[in-house]
């Protein structure tokens, strides 16, 4: 079994930076994509960014250009670089990674960002 840890979340400014981090943890063969989804209250759960295995990246367009995924795959960490942040950057933020090869899923269970003055 793999579990998926994230912290970094907090609450900051408008403008401000903060850096997330998920490592996985557990008997791991492999890790494929890695992403980082958000959830803000009353919305649905979207996806932010994805990373492969190779280190190809997307991003949704509404954080292009101010968020950064990169991933440590010797330390099976995946982060999410946000710079800045706007008030509708709030939501819970969930690192998901999958591996292909036996069809499994893996969800963090969240950790929550703030954006507020």
């Known amino acids: 079994q793999v579990q998926l840890v994230e912290s970094g979340g907090g609450l900051v400014q408008p403008g401000g930076s903060l850096r997330l981090s998920c490592t996985a943890s557990?008997?791991?063969?492999?890790?494929?994509?890695m992403d980082w989804y958000r959830q803000a209250p009353g919305k649905q759960r979207e996806l932010v960014a994805s990373?492969?295995?190779?280190?190809?990246?997307n991003y949704a367009g509404s954080v292009k250009g101010r968020f950064t995924i990169s991933r440590d795959n010797a330390k099976n960490t995946v982060y999410l670089q946000m710079n800045s942040l706007k008030a509708e950057d709030t939501a819970v933020y969930y690192c998901?990674?999958?591996?292909?090869?036996?069809?499994?899923?893996?969800w963090g269970q969240g950790t929550q960002v703030t954006v507020s003055s």
């Open positions: 557990g008997i791991i063969f492999r890790l494929d994509t």
């Open positions: 990373i492969s295995s190779g280190g190809s990246t």
């Open positions: 998901y990674a999958n591996n292909r090869l036996i069809g499994h899923d893996y």
